[in-house]
């Protein structure tokens, strides 16, 4: 039997109208906060979301679900031929691997027998991080150390080099760019993990700061390779809603912080979620971060050894994501760790201070929790979850937070946003300790059951569909019989369907154009003439 990939699931109806619920409740929320929906697609191009979510961020490093969309020859036939024709001679013991799943790694490393060269593709664009990145991990241990020593870096580019090469000889990495005429980079493509990188880069494209502050939500699926448990699967369901705009149209303002933390409050009080809680923090702006990260870097420094390996990378690379670790040793040590709310600058602060006065004015209750970071680096200044203790370890409805500097690292025009993720998934399971799906599932209000043959076979079938169809064009939820079953049958239908009404449309009812109606519940029947049935049926009697 061929089953549903690991980590998927199907969502099966009655259950799907508790989503039909959740979404449409939610879409009169965004109507009510006067936010328009967007659609941007299941999958972008890699770059968006490592240049975007962040190379060091978990999403990025392990959890994407990346492919490749190869452009003529592939990347193994063109680095044979190259390597045979230039460079063979040169190379005494030729061993390659293609390492291409761990986006933390480089694209191809040749071993050769006194060296390792590491080779880049232009498509994952040389930039300053990955200069970083690459200095960094010398400094790191071993396992990733011993093969990934880039002594010499190789990077085919597809552009001109001064760059790179300027890149390079800033940070004291030895490179030799060669150009590889005819050679297509494979586009790299990836499942969407989020949603607001897309949207920002929807933004951009489309050059949306013409139309000054925009209100836009989503509604839709999102891929990361994580291991499945209880509320975590790997295509999830996200509500995501973005306030994005030029710094003109006033989209840095803590009003519009507040607003987004009130529709949330609102939303979750509207679809009778109780007992959340709203944790908040400022993550302050990347000068603070700065002075944050050294402090952090400082602290690490002599504890990091006693940490888990991923925490040992973090230390390096991007200190602050230690904060997104879980392993539970290591939570000790995390929490005698400097918090960033002691290295906020006065206007980060006041930003701060003026949402929380905000939400007090308009009675939003929230605690503060400076350890929380949130799991993608572009965050800046709000960043909040809203938690549910019914959830267990998976306990975070939802989380979001600014993001003022997301669009200008995606090579965007200044654009502050601040915007949140719903686990849609999440939020159903917390609802389905209040609501049924049978409470929200809108049952038919009448069977229809055709009794009856004729000489055609076709009996009262005909009958019954120009009924069927008269009764949906009034807006009731009809259930339509077929003639192939008896009077019992049709009874056990009509309330297996959870129906109202059974309607029997027999030889003498259509020649009287009078219809016997039986209301299942009270067994009450009664002879309604074809123009008394809508309102009969809608009275509910
Ligand atoms: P994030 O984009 O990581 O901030 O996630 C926003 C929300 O999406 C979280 O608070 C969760 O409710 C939900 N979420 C994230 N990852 C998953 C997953 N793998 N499965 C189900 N829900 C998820």
């Known amino acids: 039997m061929i089953k549903a990939p690991r980590g998927t699931r199907d969502l099966l109806p009655p259950d799907t109208a508790l989503w039909n619920f959740v979404e449409a409740t939610v879409r009169d929320i965004f109507r009510a906060y006067n936010f328009q929906e967007i659609r941007t697609p299941i999958f972008e191009s890699t770059e968006l979301f490592a240049r975007g979510v962040g190379e060091e961020t978990d999403i990025v490093a392990k959890e994407m679900f990346t492919w490749e969309e190869g452009r003529g020859a592939t990347l ?11 460079h063979l001679a040169e190379i005494e013991d030729l061993d390659w691997h293609v390492v291409f799943e761990n986006r933390r790694r480089p694209d191809l490393v040749v071993k050769t027998a006194t060296n390792y060269l590491v080779v880049e593709f232009k498509r994952r664009t040389i930039n ?82 013409s139309r000054g502050l925009n209100k836009v939500f ?7 390779r994580e291991r499945p448990q209880k509320g975590r699967y790997r295509q999830f369901y996200q509500i995501d809603a973005e306030i994005i705009g030029p710094p003109a149209s006033g989209s840095d303002a803590p009003s519009r912080d507040a607003e987004i933390l009130e529709l949330l409050a609102t939303l979750l009080d509207r679809l009778g979620i109780t007992g959340w809680t709203l944790e908040l923090n400022s993550v302050g702006c990347p000068n603070d971060r700065v002075k944050f990260n050294e402090a952090l870097r400082a602290a690490l420094e002599p504890v990091k050894e006693k940490m888990c390996a991923d925490c040992q990378r973090r230390a390096v690379t991007n200190p602050l994501r230690v904060f997104d670790c879980k392993v539970p040793e290591d939570q000790p040590i995390i929490d005698k760790l400097p918090r960033i709310s002691h290295f906020l600058d006065e206007p980060c602060r006041k930003h701060f201070d003026a949402v929380q006065e905000i939400l007090k004015a308009v009675g939003v209750p929230f605690v ?23 959830l267990g370890a998976q306990n975070a409805i939802l989380g979001g937070g600014r993001y003022d500097g997301l669009s200008e690292s995606l090579g965007g025009p200044a654009a502050p946003g601040i915007g949140f993720a719903i686990g849609e998934d999440r939020l159903v399971l917390s609802l389905q300790q209040k609501v049924t799906p049978e409470s929200v599932l809108r049952k038919p209000d009448v069977y229809i059951a055709p009794l009856g043959q004729t000489k055609d076979g076709a009996g009262m079938n005909p009958e019954a569909a120009r009924l069927a169809r008269e009764l949906r064009q009034r807006d009731l939820v009809v259930e339509l019989g077929d003639e192939s079953f008896r009077l019992k049958k049709s009874f056990e239908a009509a309330e297996r369907a959870g129906a109202k009404y059974i309607l029997i449309v027999g030889e003498n009812e259509v020649k009287s154009d009078t219809f016997a109606l039986k209301n299942l519940a009270t067994g009450e029947q009664v002879s309604v003439p074809r123009p008394d049935l809508v309102d009969r049926i809608q009275s509910g009697r």
């Open 76 to 86: 193994q036939q063109q680095m044979s031929s190259f390597w045979t024709s230039k």
């Open 368 to 390: 503060i929790n400076d350890r929380l970071v949130r799991g993608l680096d572009y965050y800046t200044r709000t960043a909040f979850e809203f938690t549910h203790g019914a």
């Open 128 to 209: 300053q991080a990955t200069i970083d990145n690459i200095k960094q991990f010398r400094k790191v241990s071993p396992p990733i150390a011993d093969w990934y020593d880039p002594r010499l870096l190789l990077v085919f580019a597809e552009e001109p080099s001064s760059f790179v090469r300027r890149l390079a000889a800033a940070n004291g990495v030895e490179i030799e760019v060669i150009d590889m005429p005819g050679y297509e980079a494979p586009e790299s493509l990836t499942l969407r993990p989020e949603a607001t990188a897309g949207i920002v880069r929807a933004y951009i494209e489309h050059n949306l700061a």
């Open 218 to 224: 989503c509604i839709g699926p999102m891929f990361r």
